[in-house]
Each structure stands twice: as structure tokens, then as C-alpha cells.
């Protein structure tokens, strides 16, 4: 290991941590909940915001992740260690 960075990873894997998408904390939290198959309006009520804002976070979400349906942001949230499961 050098300067905290693992000498096996390899170029792919380093593209890769690259390219995670950047998110707010409140974009986590809305992340974690979808994952967990909260709807929007659970998800407004745990985390007391309007409905309005967490549809604004899940279309912020989908953006930053590329994809078009939950399913693939899901899949993009845990392949990219976004969440715990």
C-alpha cells in the first residue's frame, strides 16, 4: 500500500472510483430509502420534505447515476457502494 492507495487495483477499477458521481447527503438519504423500496411518499414522511422535493432528488439521482428507471439506479447505487443492503 502507498500514500492509502491499494498498489493492486487496477487501471479499470481506478477509471472506475473516477467516475463515481458525486452526491449531496440528502441525495444519500433519499438513495438509501429508494433502495430500501420506500415510495416517494414514505420517503417524504421519514425525512419530513415535501413530496415535490424527493421527486427532485430521485430526478437529480438519475441524472448523476446515467440511468432512466430504479431498477438501474439500484443497481448503479450498489455497484458503486452508495448504500448499504
Do not use: F, W
Amino acid at each position: 500500500m502507498y500514500l492509502g492507495v491499494d498498489s493492486n487495483i487496477n487501471k479499470q477499477e481506478v477509471k472506475e472510483l473516477q467516475q463515481q458521481p458525486t452526491l449531496t447527503r440528502r441525495e444519500k438519504e433519499v438513495l438509501q430509502l429508494i433502495v430500501e423500496g420506500l415510495s416517494n411518499p414514505q420517503i417524504s414522511d421519514k425525512l419530513c420534505i415535501s413530496l415535490n422535493t424527493v421527486d427532485t432528488h430521485r430526478k437529480n439521482l438519475l441524472l448523476k447515476l446515467e440511468v432512466n428507471n430504479t431498477a438501474s439506479l439500484v443497481r448503479q447505487a450498489i455497484y458503486y457502494h452508495l448504500v448499504t443492503i
